[in-house]
């Protein structure tokens, strides 16, 4: 069983900064892309961050300037800095990773997500 747990969520206000982690943990063998998405009330799921297993990261254009994405390998945990945080960006967030369990199994996981509120 593999799964993703997400911390760090947590009500800031507006101009604040935050930092999420994620820890893959269970039976696998390599874990390839790790990601940030998010998902506000009443709007579809969206991308944030992606971060691949040779820490090339790519972003949404709306957070680039404001979050960093970043991966520790040996502790197979991803984590999403943000700063300047704005009420629009209350939203829960989700880790995400592809994961190798067996030589012919792939998969990708979710993690149950962490609410993130800004106040203005």
């Known amino acids: 069983q593999v799964q993703l747990v997400e911390s760090g969520g947590g009500l800031v206000q507006a101009g604040g900064s935050l930092r999420l982690s994620c820890i893959a943990s269970?039976?696998?063998?390599?874990?390839?892309?790790m990601g940030w998405y998010r998902q506000a009330p009443g709007k579809q799921r969206e991308l944030v961050a992606t971060i691949n297993s040779g820490g090339i990261t790519d972003y949404a254009a709306s957070m680039k300037d404001r979050f960093t994405i970043s991966r520790e390998n040996a502790k197979n945990t991803v984590y999403l800095q943000m700063n300047s945080l704005k009420p629009e960006d209350t939203a829960v967030y989700y880790c995400?990773?592809?994961?190798?369990?067996?030589?012919?199994?792939?998969?990708?996981?979710w993690g149950q997500g962490t609410q993130v509120t800004v106040s203005s």
């Open positions: 995400n990773a592809r994961i190798r369990r067996t030589i012919l199994q792939e998969y990708t996981y």
């Open positions: 269970g039976r696998f063998l390599s874990i390839y892309d």
